[in-house]
T-cell receptor, first 111, second 114 residues
Framework: GENVEQHPSTLSVQEGDSAVIKCTYS??????FPWYKQELGKGPQLIID?????GEKKDQRIAVTLNKTAKHFSLHITETQPEDSAVYFC??????????FGTGTRLLVSP | DTAVSQTPKYLVTQMGNDKSIKCEQN?????MYWYKQDSKKFLKIMFS???????INETVPNRFSPKSPDKAHLNLHINSLELGDSAVYFC?????????????FGPGTRLLVL
């Protein structure tokens, strides 16, 4: 089955810096890669996603890149703000019609 | 208005008890899910239902029994609770359960088994 690895597990940055979170997946049939943000005490919320026919997608300060050959995708957050502090999850939609999540990255943005 | 809601938000109970968690979505979606998030934040699917029909059952112990009375509701009943069942349980929904659809998560139910 699909396996999604996510790195780093924790990431501390200063406000205004960029943050990058990387994920790799194993199932070449996976074709949809969403990113979720989970704030303390809340459920995961979709922040951006990318489909397998696209290499990059951007939405204001966040962007996601996908390399299907290497089976990895990354989340880039620019000009980080304290409210970006949360746990971020990557996920891959597999050929078995389910989302498999990465292990999460705890991002801390210090003012 | 809350799109995906769960009750209760917190649940503390003794080992061996039976408990239920309820989920409701007002998005008009056909597909609903239950996920378990353990103490290390690992999020894993347990079940999915499409129009009240079970689609995914991820080798979950049969002490866990989902029930979908209609497509807007998906409840989770747990028998004979064990310490290892302590986790946060999230309900989610998506429009049709089709590939590449966004899944919308509820706020979670924090279950603690003593």
């Amino acid at each position: 089955g699909e396996n999604v690895e996510q790195h780093p597990s924790t990431l501390s940055v200063q406000e205004g810096d960029s943050a990058v979170i990387k994920c790799t997946y194993s199932d070449s049939a996976s074709n949809y890669f969403p990113w979720y943000k989970q704030e303390l005490g809340k459920g995961p919320q979709l922040i951006i996603d990318i489909r397998s026919n696209v290499g990059e997608k951007k939405d204001q300060r966040i962007a996601v890149t996908l390399n299907k050959t290497a089976k990895h995708f990354s989340l880039h957050i620019t000009e980080t703000q304290p409210e970006d502090s949360a746990v971020y999850f990557c996920a891959a939609y597999t050929g078995f019609q389910k989302l498999v999540f990465g292990t999460g990255t705890r991002l801390l943005v210090s003012p | 208005d809350t799109a995906v809601s769960q009750t209760p938000k917190y649940l503390v109970t003794q080992m061996g008890n039976d408990k239920s968690i309820k989920c409701e979505q007002n998005l008009g979606h056909d597909t609903m899910y239950w996920y378990k998030q353990d103490s290390k934040k690992f999020l894993k699917i347990m079940f999915s239902y499409n129009n009240k029909e079970l689609i995914i059952n991820e080798t979950v112990p049969n002490r866990f029994s989902p029930k979908s009375p209609d497509k807007a509701h998906l409840n989770l009943h747990i028998n004979s609770l064990e310490l290892g069942d302590s986790a946060v349980y999230f309900c989610a929904s998506s429009p049709r359960g089709a590939p590449q659809e966004t899944q919308y998560f509820g706020p979670g139910t924090r279950l603690l088994v003593l």
